[in-house]
């Protein structure tokens, strides 16, 4: 038996609409059990802060933020822990199903009365307009949400109500946690890279399963319109982020010592190969039916850990130094 793929044998495995069945659990248990579920989501949501954005159990895998609003009735901020997908462009999507309950999540209403947000993502926490999809556009993002994730769908048969899908779009700049080191950074925004190629691997490997992408026999079915924006959004964040090292990063580090130029002209090359791998992958995207995209993943995703591991090992004792 073939060994799974470093990525896959780093995280594990949930879905989103998983997660959003919590708010609804609080609307049919008892008060006892309540407290039980507002302990356990304070929590988890202490477990994310604490492992930037990693949290084990049932959720060990899933691509998870935390959004604070501001209480619609109390003025008070009220963080909640929710599954999110990327969108065009810098926005990002959450998804107000309440598992599927009859009324819509607090935190819903509160976005509603004051759109003002924060979000923390694991290595970086912004402030955020939260914008209410309407019409044609929430239609269309909500079934190609459904389509990567059928519980959605499910969730929106079992209410009478419609389930509101909510844009994030940051209104301020990324930062990290107080007080880290650049260390400390470099190594949270790697370890996000990491988790969302090991979260797409899945998702095309499960669109596989579903008969909706590439299958084992070499044909394929058309490619799904969210499974293509991840896989778009994170050729985009790989490209920023190496285009960031390579014209401050790498220089900043040689002027300071001289010493970690092979090193540095290692890395450099490898931003090269990597970058040819993007414009690979993003060019197989533009086919309605990919029959190789999971092989040209796993192939970045190979060269990409070896590099991540590698920048890690070269550059994390200069910068901690």
Same mark, same amino acid.
């Given at each position: 038996?073939?060994?799974?793929?470093?990525?896959?044998?780093?995280?594990?495995?949930?879905?989103?609409?998983?997660?959003? $069945?919590?708010?609804? #659990?609080?609307?049919?248990?008892? &008060?006892?059990?309540?407290?039980?579920?507002?302990?356990?989501? &304070?929590?988890?949501?202490?477990?994310?802060?604490?492992? =930037?954005?990693?949290?084990?159990? !049932?959720?060990?895998?899933?691509?998870?933020?935390?959004?604070?609003?501001?209480?619609?009735? %109390?003025?008070?901020?009220?963080?909640?822990?929710?599954?999110?997908?990327?969108?065009?462009?810098?926005?990002?999507?959450?998804?107000?199903?309440?598992?599927?309950?009859?009324? *819509?999540?607090?935190?819903?209403?509160? $976005?509603?009365?004051?759109? !003002?947000?924060?979000?923390?993502?694991?290595?970086?926490?912004?402030?955020?307009?939260?914008?209410?999809?309407?019409? @044609?556009?929430?239609?269309?993002?909500?079934? /190609?949400?459904?389509? #990567?994730?059928?519980?959605?769908?499910?969730?929106?048969? %079992?209410?009478?109500?419609?389930?509101?899908?909510?844009?994030?779009?940051?209104?301020?700049?990324?930062?990290?946690?107080?007080?880290?080191?650049?260390?400390?950074?470099? #190594?949270?925004?790697?370890?996000?890279?990491? *988790?969302?190629?090991? #979260?797409?691997?899945?998702? $095309?490997?499960?669109?596989?399963?579903?008969?909706?992408?590439?299958?084992?026999?070499?044909?394929?079915?058309?490619?799904?319109? !969210?499974? /293509?924006?991840?896989?778009?959004?994170?050729?985009?964040?790989?490209?920023?982020?190496?285009?960031?090292?390579?014209?401050?990063?790498?220089?900043?580090?040689?002027? &300071?010592?001289?010493?970690?130029?092979? @090193?540095?002209?290692?890395?450099?090359?490898?931003?090269?190969?990597?970058?040819?791998?993007?414009?690979?992958?993003?060019?197989?995207?533009?086919?309605?039916?990919?029959?190789?995209?999971? =092989?040209?993943?796993?192939?970045?995703?190979?060269?990409?850990?070896?590099?991540?591991?590698?920048?890690?090992? &070269?550059?994390?004792?200069?910068?901690?130094?």
């Amino acid at each position: 038996m073939g060994t799974r793929p470093r990525s896959e044998r780093r995280w594990g495995r949930a879905s989103p609409a998983d997660l959003s $069945v919590l708010p609804v #659990l609080s609307f049919l248990f008892s &008060q006892k059990a309540e407290r039980t579920l507002n302990t356990f989501t &304070q929590q988890l949501i202490e477990e994310f802060r604490a492992n =930037a954005g990693r949290v084990g159990g !049932q959720f060990e895998g899933a691509r998870l933020l935390l959004l604070t609003t501001t209480g619609a009735r %109390s003025g008070k901020p009220h963080t909640t822990v929710l599954g999110y997908y990327p969108d065009r462009g810098d926005r990002i999507l959450v998804v107000g199903s309440a598992g599927g309950g009859p009324k *819509h999540p607090d935190w819903y209403y509160n $976005v509603l009365a004051n759109p !003002q947000v924060t979000v923390e993502s694991g290595p970086f926490t912004y402030t955020a307009v939260a914008a209410v999809l309407r019409g @044609a556009e929430r239609d269309e993002i909500f079934a /190609r949400l459904a389509e #990567l994730e059928p519980g959605w769908a499910k969730y929106q048969a %079992s209410t009478t109500r419609i389930i509101p899908v909510v844009a994030l779009t940051p209104s301020g700049d990324f930062g990290g946690p107080a007080g880290g080191s650049f260390a400390d950074a470099l #190594l949270k925004i790697h370890d996000a890279f990491r *988790h969302e190629l090991a #979260l797409i691997r899945h998702e $095309v490997v499960t669109a596989t399963a579903n008969g909706t992408s590439v299958n084992g026999s070499g044909t394929a079915a058309p490619l799904g319109a !969210q499974l /293509r924006i991840n896989c778009l959004t994170l050729c985009h964040g790989l490209h920023t982020h190496h285009s960031k090292e390579s014209a401050g990063l790498f220089p900043a580090l040689l002027a &300071q010592h001289p010493e970690s130029a092979p @090193a540095i002209e290692r890395l450099q090359a490898e931003h090269d190969t990597i970058a040819t791998l993007l414009d690979d992958l993003q060019a197989l995207l533009t086919s309605p039916a990919p029959t190789t995209l999971l =092989a040209d993943l796993d192939h970045l995703t190979e060269a990409l850990l070896q590099h991540l591991d590698y920048e890690e090992a &070269q550059l994390i004792p200069l910068l901690n130094g």
